[in-house]
Nanobody
Framework: QVQLVESGGGLVQPGGSLRLSCAASGSLISLNTMGWFRQAPGKQRELVAAIIPGDTNYADSVKGRFTVTRDNAKNTMYLQMNSLKPEDTAVYYC???????????????WGQGTQVTVSS
């Protein structure tokens, strides 16, 4: 199986920055798509940013403020969040599509979530 450990959430003032990390471990053969999602109270989970080798995709609400990167050697993904706004407050989840031994397709795995609160 695949384990995802997220870190880097917390409380920050509007205009501030945070960097989230998501480290994948376990019986991994390879990782394909990696992404960050978020869910605010009373709202559906939404895609924030996704990264595949050679391409990235962002929600319109975070374009120009957030940057997603990955370190393939460490099986780790990052989300640099700048110019944070109160509406960015949510639980942030990482997601990966991973191939494990004896599997013929990539399966989706989720992290436990990390709270990001933007407030003065």
């Amino acid at each position: 199986q695949v384990q995802l450990v997220e870190s880097g959430g917390g409380l920050v003032q509007p205009g501030g920055s945070l960097r989230l990390s998501c480290a994948a471990s376990g019986s991994l053969i390879s990782l394909n798509t990696m992404g960050w999602f978020r869910q605010a109270p009373g709202k559906q989970r939404e895609l924030v940013a996704a990264i595949i080798p050679g391409d990235t995709n962002y929600a319109d609400s975070v374009k120009g403020r957030f940057t997603v990167t990955r370190d393939n050697a460490k099986n780790t993904m990052y989300l640099q969040m700048n110019s944070l706004k109160p509406e960015d407050t949510a639980v942030y989840y990482c997601m990966v599509k991973a191939l494990i031994p004896k599997a013929s397709v990539y399966n989706t795995y989720w992290g436990q979530g990390t709270q990001v609160t933007v407030s003065s």
